[in-house]
């Protein structure tokens, strides 16, 4: 949120609650977000729903929020002191019990390894599905590659319930695959891998992209259709490579997304 609060240019105070979370608990919200506001003599006067709309892309019929903060600034009584919200429920830090199961869950999903030749590498770089598509070379021998896996891992995690997919390609010699597979169950990896069939890895830099020199890890990020949005050669920076995945999907969740 700190690095939030600096993109966006917050001209407000953002305030952290430590762990034990106290007085946001005093507070009493339910979801968010949950809108709390004081007079000059910190007297609660409003609390609720910022307005009658969650897509922050569709344009509020009712503006309550709003509509409070000019009753007091023009010294009247708040007409709606308090109204009904509508959102995800607070994520209490003690509240870990979802989290520890989920994590449970991801850990019991199968860990593939497929073989893909030059024209499956040329498929899968050619995205010709319907989903945003993260692509990674990487190696078992590479350390930058090992690195940084586990976050590209956890960047699949938190994005496959949209239309997102991550893909690895291993450029491990094929009589490596068993080391492969093992690294990839290691670290849960339970979205799409392959391993490069033939061994010929200039022949695999050609059909993944000619302007790639070959170094490792390489990241591409690829829209539906085979338009490359990013690619980076060398170990990603994860706040980056988020930030691209979620301004092409949006930071509302929708199912028609």
Known sequence: ?????????????????????EVSMNYGPQATPHAFV???????????????????????KT???RNALDEMLAG????APTTKTFGCSIKWAWKNEWTEKLKEQWAQEPVTLQEADI????????????KLRMVNVWATWCGPCVIEFPELVNTYLMYRGRDFEFVAISADKPDRKENVQGFLEEHHASNPNYIF??????AMIDAIDKQWQGSLPYTLIIKPGGEVIYKHAGAIDPLEVRKIIIDYLGRYYADDN
């Open 38 to 60: 004081f007079d000059k003599e910190r007297k609660l006067r409003y609390r609720g729903r910022i307005d009658d709309t969650e897509n922050p892309y569709d344009k509020p």
């Open 197 to 202: 069939s033939t061994g010929d890895n200039y």
């Open 119 to 130: 024209e499956g590498i040329k498929d899968i770089v050619a995205n010709t599905g319907d």
């Open 63 to 65: 503006q309550d929020l």
């Open 1 to 21: 949120m700190k690095t939030r609060a600096k993109d966006k240019h917050f001209n407000f105070a953002y305030l952290y609650d430590g762990k034990n979370e």
């Open 76 to 79: 009247k009584e708040v007409t």
